[in-house]
């Protein structure tokens, strides 16, 4: 079984500062990772992904993310928060070894950005 | 324009009265899935489907029918709806593993 766990319901961050948004997953394979950032009233947008290659994967909108093996962790990241960064963030993930496609998502984290 | 369109956006209805929230995308994935949205939960997968003719249940399908007769639509249908399917719901189609998003239906059932 695949899970994920995003351990902060929300980020308070000042507009300008760094921020880093948190998740951890477990698979049984390898996995294949993904941020999506969803706006008030509005659908879930794709932000990055990662498969293979380099740990740190660039994303839209300034986001980063880092892929750590050992610590089975993928945390977003971008050197400096903007208000209109505020949103809900979802971490997933899926087993490459799932045929069946299926992502498994965390509970969000609301990101909140103070002028 | 690549997109995932879905109908209707918003919907109150009363429990026990049958209804359909249509999926529709234009990409020509064979991958679809519905989720729904709770709070503190995230997303959780309802039903997916694989390629036409080709359903299974995802994490949380009680309560909850598909269809996948066209490759372009995927309908969710709620037969009898409940209260606790009051919720956001999400169509999906997948390339590559790569999920692309409809902009949701908030379902409200009395």
């Known amino acids: 079984a695949q899970s994920v766990a995003q351990p902060e319901d929300q980020v308070n961050v000042a507009e300008g500062n760094p921020l880093t948004v948190k998740c951890t997953y477990s698979?049984?394979?390898?996995?294949?990772l993904f941020w999506y950032v969803q706006y008030p009233n509005r659908g879930l947008q794709f932000l990055l992904k990662?498969?293979?290659?380099?740990?740190l994967v660039k994303g839209s909108y300034g986001f980063e993310a880092e892929f750590n093996k050992s610590q089975t962790s993928f945390h977003l990241k971008k050197p400096s928060a903007l208000v209109s960064d505020s949103a809900l963030y979802f971490c997933a993930v899926r087993d490459l070894g799932n045929a069946g496609n299926m992502l498994t998502f965390g509970g969000g984290t609301r990101l909140m950005v103070k002028p | 324009e690549a997109q995932v369109t879905q109908n209707p956006r918003y919907l109150i209805t009363v429990t026990g009265k049958k209804l359909t929230v249509t999926c529709s995308q234009n990409?020509?994935?064979?991958?679809m899935s519905w989720y729904r949205q709770d709070p503190g939960l995230g997303l959780r997968q309802i039903y997916y489907s694989m390629n036409v003719e080709v359903t299974d249940k995802g994490d949380v399908p009680e309560g909850y029918k598909v269809s996948r007769k066209e490759k372009r639509n995927f309908p969710l249908i709620l037969e009898s709806p409940s209260p606790n399917q009051t919720s956001l719901y999400f169509c999906?189609?997948?390339?590559?593993?790569?999920?692309?998003f409809g902009p949701g239906t908030r379902l409200t059932v009395l």
């Open positions: 698979v049984s394979g390898n996995p294949y």
């Open positions: 990662y498969i293979t290659g380099d740990n």
């Open positions: 999906a189609s997948s390339f590559k593993g790569s999920q692309y």
């Open positions: 990409m020509n994935h064979e991958y």
